[in-house]
């Protein structure tokens, strides 16, 4: 079992930053990948960014050049740095971890983002 507890989230102005945490109760050395997921209301849960055990990088189109997703094994702590936020990155922000064949998720943190 793998616990996940994010932290960071917050109500910003456009324009603005946050910078989101995810502590793993785990080291986090051998996951396959750690990611930041989010769902607005009404909308499914879409990945926002990922990063997997050899630090490589994937992230959805709409937060290219503004989000930065980076990873601390001896913290065993995921980042996610979010710059120039815009009104429509507004959703609860879960923080995902890949351990083989398993899926742990973080009880989610909102950010809102006001215009």
């Known amino acids: 079992q793998v616990q996940l507890v994010e932290s960071g989230g917050g109500l910003v102005q456009a324009g603005g930053s946050l910078r989101l945490s995810c502590a793993s109760s785990?080291?986090?050395?051998?996951?396959?990948?750690m990611g930041w997921y989010r769902q607005a209301p009404g909308n499914q849960r879409e990945l926002v960014a990922s990063?997997?055990?050899?630090?490589?990088?994937n992230y959805a189109d709409s937060v290219k050049g503004r989000f930065t997703i980076s990873r601390d094994n001896a913290k065993n702590t995921v980042y996610l740095q979010m710059n120039s936020l815009k009104p429509e990155d507004t959703a609860v922000y879960y923080c995902?971890?890949?351990?083989?064949?398993?899926?742990?998720w973080g009880q989610g943190t909102q950010v809102t983002v006001s215009s």
């Open positions: 995902n971890a890949e351990i083989i064949v398993y899926n742990y």
């Open positions: 785990r080291s986090i050395f051998s996951f396959n990948s």
């Open positions: 990063i997997n055990s050899g630090s490589s990088t």
